[in-house]
């Protein structure tokens, strides 16, 4: 069965050091990941996917994702964390069958300073 | 560019009370259509998803429904509302071909009296 999971409910981290929040991912096919980041009382932004090629994605914000095919996992990375990048963070992939994603529950960021 | 808006951005109802949350997308045609349910601030549901005009799918059976009455507006209703059905309602498009990820709107903050 596909699904999605964001094994960690809370992650903390002080400014200024890197950042990984985490995702693994189970599909039949060729996975298509995405990250999104969701700020308190506000929609879901985009932040980068993986459809193929290299498998290191950047995003928006200085963000970057590391898609690891063997570990089934495509980790949420930052260099150097900001307290303004608290927030929660959702990692998706798309079902087989169609166009719909499958969510993770969600991870939450803090970024203390 | 594309524009997605939703309104109210909140709303406080009495139980039993009818319910109309009116989702646009503005910049882009055809696209598909989603409503979701946010509780807790934590995971996302899918309610309802569409890929054209008249053309609903439930992915949960309840005591709301959707409708797309023209190719950009997505509709979320509810006739008589529960205590139950409070939450943050998400409404997100995706293009119809190509590229899978969605975008979201601002939200609608529901809460049932």
């Known amino acids: 069965a596909q699904s999605v999971a964001q094994p960690e409910d809370q992650v903390n981290v002080a400014e200024g050091n890197p950042l990984t929040v985490k995702c693994t991912y189970s599909v039949s096919g060729n996975p298509y990941l995405f990250w999104y980041v969701q700020y308190p009382n506000r929609g879901l932004q985009f932040l980068l996917k993986y459809i193929t090629g290299d498998n290191l994605v950047k995003g928006s914000y200085g963000f970057e994702a590391e898609f690891n095919k063997s570990q089934t996992s495509f980790h949420l990375k930052k260099p150097s964390a900001l307290v303004s990048d608290s927030a929660l963070y959702f990692c998706?992939?798309?079902?087989?069958?169609?166009?719909?994603?499958?969510w993770g529950a969600g991870t939450k960021l803090i970024i203390k300073p | 560019s594309q524009t997605i808006h939703q309104w109210p951005a909140t709303l406080v109802q009495p139980v039993g009370s009818p319910l109309s949350l009116e989702c646009t997308v503005e910049g882009t045609s055809n696209p598909n259509l989603y409503w979701y349910r946010q509780a807790a601030g934590r995971g996302l549901q899918l309610l309802f998803y569409s890929v054209g005009i008249g053309q609903i799918s439930s992915e949960v059976p309840q005591n709301l429904s959707a409708s797309r009455p023209q190719d950009r507006q997505f509709i979320l209703s509810s006739k008589k509302l529960l205590l139950s059905d409070s939450g943050f309602y998400l409404c997100?498009?995706?293009?119809?071909?190509?590229?899978?990820?969605?975008?979201f709107g601002p939200g609608t903050r529901l809460t049932v009296t």
């Open positions: 997100a498009w995706s293009p119809a071909t190509g590229h899978y990820e969605q975008y």
């Open positions: 998706a992939v798309k079902r087989d069958s169609n166009y719909q994603l499958i």
